[in-house]
């Protein structure tokens, strides 16, 4: 099965204190969709959406290669099912 990421909107994950406030956290997640092709025509092409979550510390590399690895985690995950 082959596949071509997309990513689409980025948004801040926060966590609530003990007065129901928002408060923001070093985290952020992205959707990430994938138009699939299954390569032995057992089934039609479909878009699956994972999410992957990056912390403030990394580095632009460092998110790239996570959500590349997410994507090709994903793809190895279905190929072997």
Known sequence: MTGTPVLSN?????????????VPTDTYGVNISIGLHPTD???PDFTKTIVSVS???QTGFEVDAQ???????YLAQINNV
């Not at 980025?10 to 928002?22: A, L, M």
């Not at 959500?67 to 985690?73: E, I, K």
């Open 10 to 22: 980025e948004w801040d994950i926060f966590t609530v204190d003990e007065n129901g406030n928002q």
């Open 67 to 73: 959500r590349q690895q997410d994507v090709a985690n």
């Open 41 to 43: 025509n057992v089934a």
């Open 55 to 57: 912390h403030n510390s």
